[in-house]
């Protein structure tokens, strides 16, 4: 089956550094969504994309849509305490099946520690 | 923030017994998941709906069962509860087909 696998699964940090994170697969995805879920709560998204090659920005966070379409990456600029949490790479992929089309699959999550 | 409920927030129950989590939507989205979240595994499918009555089954579906009578409402039960099911329920829900999910607060259901 799909697989997506995120790096790195923990990122110890200080206070004003800047982050990248990414996922990569051996299958292609249709569109990139990245999340970021908080102790106790729903992933909450950030971000999404659907094109290949394409790069977009929510403030600090910047993520692109890798152009063979089997990657994506996330960056955090100036990062700070409030940026802790669990962040995820979504992919969704194109099957044909039943009612729906597609599918969408998690990476394992990237744990990001902030000192501040 | 998308307006999804989920109730109960958590939940303890005895192994063999049947539960029933609730998730309410007030975005008039056409898609509903429910998926499961433990500890090196991540977010994993169990099912979901692309309609009202129509349903399919993910990736983790044995052992539970799903309805879906009205746009807002998609129930997911666990017919004999065991601890394997132990973990955190989450429903989501998107506009389109598996894209832009958008997810509630979590049910945390304990099997003892």
């Known amino acids: 089956g799909q697989q997506l696998n995120q790096s790195p699964q923990s990122m110890f940090i200080q206070e004003g550094e800047d982050v990248s994170m990414n996922c990569t697969s051996s299958s292609i995805f249709n569109t990139w969504l990245w999340y970021k879920q908080d102790p106790g709560e729903g992933p909450v998204l950030l971000i999404a994309l659907y094109k290949a090659g394409e790069l977009t920005s929510n403030g600090r966070l910047t993520a692109q849509f890798g152009i063979t379409r089997k990657d994506s990456f996330l960056n955090i600029s100036a990062s700070i305490p409030s940026d802790v949490g669990i962040y995820f790479c979504a992919g969704s992929y194109l099957l044909n099946y039943g009612g729906a089309t597609n599918k969408l699959i998690f990476g394992t999550g990237t744990l990001l520690a902030v000192q501040p | 923030d998308a307006g999804i409920t989920q109730s109960p927030r958590h939940k303890v129950t005895e192994t063999g017994t049947p539960v029933t989590l609730r998730c309410h939507q007030t975005?008039?989205?056409?898609?509903m998941y429910w998926y499961r979240q433990d500890p090196g595994h991540g977010l994993r499918l169990i099912h979901y709906s692309y309609g009202v009555k129509d349903t399919d089954k993910g990736e983790v579906s044995d052992g539970y069962s799903v309805s879906r009578s009205k746009t807002e409402d998609f129930l997911l039960t666990l017919e004999s509860a065991t601890s394997s099911q132990t973990s955190v329920y989450f429903c989501?829900?998107?506009?389109?087909?598996?894209?832009?999910?958008?997810f509630g607060q979590g049910t945390r259901l304990t099997v003892v």
């Open positions: 975005e008039n989205h056409r898609y």
């Open positions: 989501a829900i998107s506009p389109g087909q598996f894209n832009e999910a958008f």
